[in-house]
């Protein structure tokens, strides 16, 4: 078997897709193309229909995840969900998107034993926040969604969101965090790469929580992570998101499996080519 996919979005330098996706490929003997195209989101429309639908498949990242939406023929129940979708199968000319991304923060938690469950602490409230907190909620989770004082208004839209699907929330800033945590999940950009010297919260707030889960996956231990685990807690990094959503995205294309044997292998393969890519001296 043979094909042709690729990641859209913009800008789209330093994916790590194409790694991933390329290596799950090649565990089912498929030989493909996997190619990044930078759209802009002004040139996501009608005119870039017959570059997408030469494709057998895509993913989707940032900002076009809900853009694609009104392009697609349709698009399934986790996708309508959060109003994103960052996969498309092309079955026929057709185009049919999906979102994998809670998959991958529930695989990526199971595979490491952190259930997710009573009370989980969000920071952030942004578009990994809504998925993270979406799925916490759904699963039953009593939420504290934690902000920058000046996002509380942001934090408070996604509270009514959860409770309006039935879940239970309460906001505050970053720096006035207080209470006992099953569960910290970082979903702010805060650690990332370049500045991998900082963390959303220290180790007061840390010292509250049985685990932590950081959305961030470059660097592999990031700040946050690096103090969680110097406090013993169950730690959980973003590359194994990032490969469990491409798992399920192969599971949409062509049904395919894979063993957690497989995908741990690639969730290191992945951390060793971010660190050639970005930290090699
Ligand atoms: P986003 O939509 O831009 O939201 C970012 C959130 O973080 C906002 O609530 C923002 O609050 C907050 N924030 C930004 N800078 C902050 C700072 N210095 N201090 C405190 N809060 C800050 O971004 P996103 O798409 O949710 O992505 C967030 C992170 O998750 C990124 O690092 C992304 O790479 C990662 N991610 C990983 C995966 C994975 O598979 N591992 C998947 C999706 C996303 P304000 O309103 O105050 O700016």
């Not at 990242?61 to 009104?70: C, G, M, R, V």
């Not at 969730?267 to 001296?281: H, S």
């Given at each position: 078997m043979t094909g042709n996919f690729?990641?859209?979005?913009?800008?789209?330098?330093?994916?790590?897709?194409?790694?991933i996706h390329?290596k799950l490929f090649s565990l089912k003997g498929i030989d493909v193309?996997y190619?990044?195209?930078?759209?802009?989101?002004?040139?996501?429309?009608?005119?870039?229909?017959?570059?997408?639908?030469?494709l057998d498949g895509f993913n989707?990242?940032?900002?076009?995840?809900?853009?694609?939406?009104?392009?697609?023929?349709g698009i399934d129940e986790s996708a309508?969900?959060?109003?994103?979708?960052n996969c498309v199968r092309n079955d026929g000319?057709k185009l049919y998107g999906c979102s994998t991304?809670?998959y991958g923060?529930?695989k990526?938690?199971?595979?490491?034993?952190?259930?997710?469950?009573?009370?989980?602490?969000?920071?952030?409230?942004?578009?990994?926040?809504?998925?993270?907190?979406?799925?916490?909620?759904?699963?039953?989770?009593?939420?504290?969604?934690?902000?920058?004082?000046?996002?509380?208004?942001?934090?408070?839209?996604?509270?009514?969101?959860?409770?309006?699907?039935?879940?239970?929330?309460?906001?505050?800033?970053?720096?006035?965090?207080?209470?006992?945590?099953?569960?910290?999940?970082?979903?702010?950009?805060?650690?990332?790469?370049?500045?991998?010297?900082?963390?959303?919260?220290?180790?007061?707030?840390?010292?509250?929580?049985?685990?932590?889960?950081?959305?961030?996956?470059?660097?592999?231990?990031?700040?946050?992570?690096?103090?969680?685990?110097?406090?013993?807690?169950?730690?959980?990094?973003?590359?194994?998101?990032?490969v469990w959503q491409a798992v399920k995205a192969h599971e949409f294309w062509y049904n395919a499996k894979f063993s957690a044997?497989e995908v741990?292998?690639i969730?290191?393969?992945?951390?060793?080519?971010?660190?050639?890519?970005?930290?090699?001296?």
């Open positions: 690729a990641v859209i979005g913009h800008p789209i330098g330093h994916t790590m897709s194409p790694f390329k193309q190619s990044a195209l930078d759209i802009y989101p002004s040139s996501l429309s009608d005119s870039i229909f017959h570059t997408l639908s030469s989707v990242t940032i900002p076009h995840k809900e853009a694609i939406i009104p392009l697609l023929s309508q969900k959060y109003n994103a979708v000319g991304d809670a923060f529930t990526a938690l199971e595979a490491n034993g952190v259930s997710l469950s009573g009370d989980v602490l969000i920071l952030g409230a942004g578009g990994a926040a809504r998925t993270l907190a979406r799925e916490a909620s759904d699963n039953g989770c009593h939420l504290t969604i934690a902000v920058r004082s000046t996002s509380i208004e942001k934090a408070n839209e996604l509270k009514s969101w959860l409770s309006a699907n039935g879940g239970k929330a309460e906001v505050t800033s970053l720096d006035k965090i207080s209470g006992r945590f099953n569960l910290c999940v970082n979903a702010t950009p805060v650690g990332m790469y370049p500045n991998t010297d900082n963390a959303a919260v220290g180790t007061a707030v840390l010292s509250k929580c049985s685990a932590v889960f950081d959305a961030v996956y470059n660097p592999n231990e990031t700040k946050l992570l690096k103090l969680a685990k110097s406090l013993g807690l169950k730690c959980v990094g973003g590359m194994e998101m990032l044997d741990s292998k969730i290191i393969e992945a951390n060793v080519e971010m660190e050639r890519i970005f930290y090699a001296k």
